[in-house]
């Protein structure tokens, strides 16, 4: 999952008066389908609903606006989600739909999002530009390990990039420590686990700093980093945005609440493709 804060919209009222259905979904080739649902609450009302899923819910997966027969939609609960039945996968340049019913609660109105899986991107540019290690009491260390990346001659330009080490057979996620742009062409996002970027809106190569979640054994020899790119929709980067100012504007008790982003008519949330390639880059 590209998002970890997936259901966190029904958490925020909703300005405009009534309650509305929530869902949130990112689809790939590589995945079935997960439907997460909820219902947001209208500011202007009494309605509550019962966190954190609105399992009696109808998911309709659609092609060019004619629902699918196969995959049916099963709620899991140990998901936490609605989840595609049998071997199913989304395909890449293909214009799907996600209708979403609440079953039991008509004046909630359905809501439809559309969107497509980019096709894949790969990176072609990553250059070392340092790699520094600090020893730390009982054989213990820290890493810091800084790229340049060059985006020239890609096609789809909106990305999410993440990198990674291997960590005695663990793959870990490396911690964004410092990025170079200070416009609107990348940005550190916690919520994706790694760096938001604009290929258009890049003011010069970009240049990431990356460091380790935590101390690591002092004799692990770190000779590779993985990098994972991942392309993804306008619709996907907008939310992505969105969702930051509206948790921080809300975490800051600013009484003008931020409307977030959505590609759902009559309702709130995300239906978004995304495909990823990864490259290995040598560091020693």
């Known amino acids: ?27 790939s080739t590589k995945e079935k389908v997960k439907v997460f649902v ?10 509550s609903f019962i966190y954190p899923k ?3 819910a109808e998911v309709i997966l659609m092609i060019d606006g004619v629902a699918l027969e196969d995959p049916g939609f099963r709620y899991i609960s140990s998901e936490g989600a609605f989840v595609s039945q049998g071997a199913f996968r989304p395909e890449a340049g293909i214009n799907y739909g996600l209708k979403v019913i609440l079953s039991e ?11 497509m899986i980019p096709i894949p991107d790969t990176l072609k540019v990553v250059k070392v530009k340092s790699l520094k290690e600090q020893f730390l009491a009982y054989n213990m260390k820290d890493f810091v390990a800084s790229f340049n990346i060059g985006f020239d001659d890609m096609e789809n330009g909106l990305y999410i ?7 005695n057979g663990v793959k870990e996620n490396l911690l964004v420590r410092d990025i170079n742009q200070e416009g609107e062409g990348a940005y ?17 190569e970009l240049t990431i700093e990356f460091t380790n979640r935590k101390n690591v054994d002092g004799d692990l ?10 392309s993804i929709t306008s619709d996907a980067y907008n939310y992505y945005k969105s969702f930051a100012k509206q948790v921080a504007s809300q975490s800051a008790g600013i009484a003008e609440p931020v409307i977030s982003y959505t590609n759902f008519e009559n309702g709130l949330g995300l239906f978004t ?12």
């Open 54 to 56: 609105q399992s009696d």
């Open 38 to 47: 909820n219902t947001a609450v209208g500011i202007n009302t009494d309605d």
């Open 161 to 167: 990039l993440r990198a990674y080490f291997d960590n």
């Open 1 to 27: 999952m590209l998002f970890s804060s997936c259901e966190q919209d029904a958490f925020f009222t909703v300005p405009d008066g009534d309650s509305k259905l929530f869902a949130f979904s990112e689809i």
């Open 273 to 284: 493709g995304y495909s990823s390639t990864e490259l290995t880059v040598s560091v020693n």
């Open 188 to 204: 550190i996002s916690n919520y994706n686990k790694g760096v938001l970027i604009n290929k258009d809106k890049l003011t010069d």
């Open 105 to 115: 609660n008509n004046r909630i109105n359905p809501i439809l999002g559309n969107t």
């Open 221 to 230: 020899l770190i000779d590779e980093i993985q990098f994972e790119l991942l």
